[in-house]
């Protein structure tokens, strides 16, 4: 089933410490959201691209787009000050469809395969994300002092994109504006309107490009992926 991809991309550079928005920083010569659209230009079930952008960043990131002739990117809404109000903006602009997604552009790294299984559980839920179990042991602890040992079997790590039918990730959106609600993803603003969520399990290597280590990951991967290329 094809899909519509929103991607949010008026990040900044803060905790990557940078000076300018992490998605235009590079790994192995291009900037990190070019990879990101490059998956989607490649998937065949993907028919549109939006990306919510700074105003003073859209000339930038258009260019690049039009040099890499990433041809699926159908157009731009302006960044809000949260990431939930670039989401927003984006949905408010797209032409009404079955199945959007909504991705983190700096996550280059995310399967294909994974991608298709979203779309197919988000038209048969409504509503579907990347996660991944957790591997770790986790403790609660209230002021340095462990008070329980969480059951990991019941924990996962919560990746995107994030797959919804439409109309639903549009009335969560605006309900969460009416409501003054402020959610940290997308599913978030799903669940509150008691509306199930189905996990659908992502890999490992969908990391978000956050810190500077995350770019000596990312750029790990894309030399391993290379090599298997070559193979």
Known sequence: MNYTVVLPAGGSGKRMKANKNKLLLELLGKPIFLHTLEVFQQDP????IWLAVKDEERRVIDNYVKKHK??????YAEGGMER????RSCLEAIPPCGIVLVHDAARPFIDPEVIARLVEAAKTTGAAIAGVPVKDTIKKATDGVITETVDRNQLWIIQTPQAFKYDLILKAAKSAVEDGFLGTDEAMLVERLNYPVQIVESTYENVKMTTPDDLIYGKAILESRIQEEKR
Not at 45 to 48: E, I, K
């Open 45 to 48: 079930n993907c028919d549109a």
């Open 70 to 75: 990433i041809t699926k990117v159908h157009g």
């Open 84 to 87: 939930q109000d670039s989401v």
